[in-house]
């Protein structure tokens, strides 16, 4: 992809290729160039040196691209791990919680039953005390 190759690539021929026509207008071979051309080769040998640095960068950053890319893919699959991990064990703690607030609750339940029934016992006892007292 890079131009360098192309420029002052071998020798110049000897007669030009087929099909070319040279003449008085034709551009000397690069080897009998004039002299006000040399500034331009040299601006040319400038240019394909740049495309080559170019070319160079954008293979670096293309690597880096792909290299960024990958670890977002691998960071985004350990978020999803580390999320449903962590989803997992605050369920866990809620299903605890909720177990030892049922568990209290039903101690509770336990014993406000108990103290009603101990009321009821005594209004019982009491009421039949009383029943028996009136009979005598």
Same mark, same amino acid.
């Given at each position: 992809?890079?131009?360098?190759?192309?420029?002052?690539?071998?020798?110049?021929?000897?007669?030009?290729?087929?099909?070319?026509?040279?003449?008085?207008?034709?551009? @000397?071979?690069?080897?009998?160039?004039? @002299? #006000?051309?040399?500034?331009?080769? #040299?601006?040319?040998?400038?240019?394909?040196?740049?495309?080559? !640095?170019?070319?160079?960068?954008? @293979?670096?950053?293309?690597?880096?691209?792909?290299?960024?890319?990958?670890?977002?893919?691998?960071?985004? %699959? +350990?978020?999803?791990?580390?999320?449903?991990?962590? *989803?997992?064990?605050?369920? %866990? *703690?809620?299903?605890?919680?909720?177990?030892?607030?049922?568990?209290?609750? !039903?101690?509770? *339940?336990?014993?406000?039953?108990?103290?009603? +029934?101990?009321? *009821?016992?005594? +209004?019982?006892?009491?009421? @039949?005390?009383?029943?028996?007292?009136?009979?005598?």
């Amino acid at each position: 992809a890079s131009l360098g190759p192309l420029v002052g690539a071998g020798p110049a021929p000897s007669e030009p290729p087929e099909g070319a026509r040279g003449g008085p207008d034709a551009p @000397a071979p690069p080897h009998e160039a004039p @002299a #006000g051309d040399e500034g331009a080769r #040299g601006r040319l040998d400038a240019a394909v040196a740049q495309v080559a !640095e170019y070319e160079e960068a954008l @293979a670096y950053w293309r690597e880096k691209a792909t290299r960024l890319e990958q670890e977002a893919s691998v960071a985004q %699959r +350990q978020w999803a791990v580390d999320t449903e991990e962590r *989803h997992s064990a605050d369920l %866990r *703690h809620l299903e605890e919680r909720l177990r030892d607030d049922l568990r209290e609750v !039903e101690a509770h *339940h336990a014993r406000a039953l108990s103290e009603i +029934q101990e009321k *009821h016992v005594q +209004q019982v006892s009491s009421l @039949a005390s009383r029943l028996a007292d009136a009979l005598q």
